[in-house]
């Protein structure tokens, strides 16, 4: 059943002043919003954060950090069976003890002191409370002794509150109370049946952690898993669920859910081909935004919509309101979420000064990257690195590709990593600028490989500027040198 919610230990107080009017006001303190309102105090404002839940957000307790925990003691378990001699040091179970005591660590207990020292240090206000807006450049916080309290923007407010699990609208899902991503990756222990509604990356990356430490995982996904990302990751990522013990059901959508007396969940699949039982059910159907009590109805926008901002962060028609991260929808991960607030905290502090604002292609204030440019990692088994356009979606925009393909196991460095490694990466090439608009790689610890490719990507880097790039033997990198190299070879025949 539903676990008890973990006690959040908010410290109490910020040690700077606090005011009644502020430069900058930020809504929400996770990774974004304490960016924005970094860079707003670097360029000469005055800055306060209000935060509702935990200074650092979903990412430091609930998401990133806690479930890449879970995944990294499961993949180098992986990594020392995959070689003769680890392999049989490593003949044991995860001792799962160990390693959810570690996942506690890395969330730092669900305690944000560390946090708030930062945000001391750096000279940023805090308010600890409920923010909504009402009217321009005013902002109502709701303490959690249950007074009012307004703040005044005297430059702009910035809205940084993320996103909240979806849960779809499945007959007897809600009541059924399913776990979501916050549920999943604090979770105190491990059940033995999970059952996870959703293919895409939180439900994959759940799949491989759980499976890891020992639970009987089914993956539910309407689609191909990873269904945004190229068709061959999710080929390999299915193969390696599926050999991992995982039931993966693809093209299966769930027709109802019931949670019995007994404490265990049913899931009644389309067709009534199959259902599904499980001591506990995970949604990962994707996010909503924040905003639904935010007060915006009072500046005339729409409450629970995602809110859609310019290059520079300002949403469209208030030019006093910024929004950033993923509230903004442009990319629900951390580092493009503070690629952005970078920008929003830069050309909030240039705007409040007068200065000359740089929002043109690739200018100092402007999230260009997040048109085309964004890597992920989805830490699955195997991994997936990824930026840029898939094939299929560079197609889509009309673009004339060509597309260089090679089996990472045949390169040096991989066949060292693993015995027996097997991976795929991609690159996709824009033939009329001759650059790389997309690269894919697919294999265990292929995660540092996407920042290179991230590189040649932003930077526009010629292919034949490229060839001079030389990639240290024997690294996995020679996977670069092997998909020129294959590229040439089409080319030529
Ligand atoms: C399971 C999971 C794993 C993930 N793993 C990765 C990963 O490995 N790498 C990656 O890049 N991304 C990952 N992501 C995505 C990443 O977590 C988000 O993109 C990121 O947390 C967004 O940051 P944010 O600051 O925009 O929002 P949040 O981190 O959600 O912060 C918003 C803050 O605003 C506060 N708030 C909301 N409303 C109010 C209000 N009215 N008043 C005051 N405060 C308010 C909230 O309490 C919260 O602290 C993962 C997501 C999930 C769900
Ligand atoms: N390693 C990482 O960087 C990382 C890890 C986890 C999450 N994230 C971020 O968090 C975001 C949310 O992840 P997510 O996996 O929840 O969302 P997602 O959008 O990646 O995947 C959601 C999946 O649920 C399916 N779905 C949606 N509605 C459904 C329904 N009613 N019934 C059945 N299936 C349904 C979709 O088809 C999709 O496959 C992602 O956009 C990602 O950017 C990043």
Wanted: charged share 25%.
């Amino acid at each position: 059943m539903t676990q008890p919610p973990r006690p959040l230990r908010a410290t109490a107080a910020t040690t700077a002043p606090l005011e009644e009017a502020y430069d900058l006001v930020v809504i929400g303190a996770g990774a974004v919003g304490e960016n924005v309102a970094d860079r707003a105090v670097q360029g000469g404002l005055t800055a306060v954060v209000i935060e509702s839940e935990l200074v650092g957000g979903e990412c430091s307790y609930w998401a990133c950090m806690p479930s890449k925990a879970l995944v990294r003691s499961v993949s180098a378990l992986r990594a020392a069976r995959a070689l003769p001699g680890s392999r049989e040091a490593a003949t044991g179970r995860l001792d799962v003890e160990a390693v959810l005591a570690r996942r506690d660590a890395v969330a730092s207990h669900w305690d944000d002191s560390g946090q708030v020292r930062w945000l001391d240090s750096a000279g940023i206000a805090l308010v600890r409370g409920e923010a909504r807006l009402d009217g321009a450049r005013r902002v109502v916080v709701t303490t959690p002794d249950g007074e009012e309290r307004v703040i005044i923007a005297r430059s702009a407010v910035a809205i940084c509150t993320g996103s909240d699990a979806a849960i779809p609208g499945i007959p007897g899902l809600a009541e059924a109370a399913p776990w979501t991503s916050r549920e999943a990756t604090s979770a105190e222990r491990v059940s033995e049946r999970l059952a996870i509604i959703g293919g895409g990356v939180v439900g994959c990356e759940m799949a491989t952690a759980f499976a890891g430490l020992g639970s009987t995982v089914t993956l539910i996904s309407r689609g191909r898993l990873l269904s945004n990302l190229e068709e061959f990751a999710s080929e390999l990522v299915s193969r390696r669920l599926r050999d991992e013990g995982v039931t993966v059901f693809t093209g299966a959508s769930p027709t109802r859910v019931d949670r019995r007396a007994d404490g265990t969940v049913m899931i009644g699949l389309e067709g009534g081909a199959a259902s599904v039982e499980a001591d506990e059910v995970l949604v990962a159907t994707g996010r909503r935004p924040r905003t639904d009590r935010l007060g915006l109805e009072t500046i005339g926008l729409e409450p629970g919509a995602w809110l859609h901002v310019d290059d520079s962060l300002r949403v469209d028609g208030h030019d006093w309101l910024y929004a950033v991260g993923d509230v903004n929808h442009r990319a629900l991960l951390t580092h493009q979420g503070k690629y952005q607030a970078r920008a929003a905290g830069d050309v909030i502090a240039a705007r409040a000064r007068g200065e000359e604002v740089d929002a043109s292609r690739w200018g100092a204030h402007s999230a260009t990257a997040d048109h085309d440019a964004v890597p992920s990692v989805a830490f699955t088994s195997p991994e997936v690195a990824s930026v840029g356009m898939t094939a299929a979606g560079a197609a889509g925009r009309g673009l004339a590709i060509r597309v260089s393909d090679y089996e990472i196991g045949h390169v040096a460095g991989a066949s060292l990593h693993a015995e027996g490694y097997r991976g795929r990466a991609r690159l996709v090439i824009d033939d009329a600028r001759d650059v790389v608009i997309g690269f894919t790689a697919v294999g265990d610890d292929v995660a540092e490989l996407v920042h290179a490719a991230t590189i040649a990507i932003v930077g526009e880097v010629p292919i034949a500027r490229l060839q001079h790039a030389v990639p240290s033997y024997p690294t996995m990198s020679e996977i670069w040198l092997r998909l020129l190299e294959t590229d040439r070879a089409q080319r030529r025949a």
